[in-house]
Nanobody, 125 residues
Framework: QVQLVESGGGLVQAGGSLRLSCAAS????????LGWFRQAPGKEREFVAA????????YYADSVKGRFTISRDNAKNTVYLQMNSLKPEDTAVYYC??????????????????WGQGTQVTVSS
């Protein structure tokens, strides 16, 4: 089993930045693709960003392209989400996820096998 724990969420003003981390335990993630999703109150969970097993390929939702950057450190078994130029509409609980079935970055939550508990990001206007 894989356990994922997110950290780095918090309250930030619009235009600010946050860096989310997701640390894995129980198994090395070097052969897994990884992703970030978010869920705002009253809305469905939506895709944010994903990265391939090697880190060589990334994929972003249009809403965050150019503002967010996903990266990974396989030596630390950790995936990151650098969020810049934050907007109030980025407010949500952010979840990291790992896919044992795919090595390429995936945009569907159904392609992921393991999920973290989430970390709250609140952007004030």
């Amino acid at each position: 089993q894989v356990q994922l724990v997110e950290s780095g969420g918090g309250l930030v003003q619009a235009g600010g930045s946050l860096r989310l981390s997701c640390a894995a335990s129980g198994r090395t993630l070097s052969s897994y693709s990884l992703g970030w999703f978010r869920q705002a109150p009253g809305k469905e969970r939506e895709f944010v960003a994903a990265i391939s097993w090697s880190g060589g390929n990334t994929y972003y939702a249009d809403s965050v392209k150019g503002r967010f950057t996903i990266s990974r450190d396989n030596a630390k078994n950790t995936v990151y989400l650098q969020m810049n130029s934050l907007k109030p509409e980025d407010t949500a609980v952010y979840y990291c996820a790992a896919s044992s079935r795919f090595r390429s970055p995936r945009g569907s939550q159904y392609d992921y096998d393991f999920w973290g508990q989430g970390t709250q990001v609140t952007v004030s206007s």
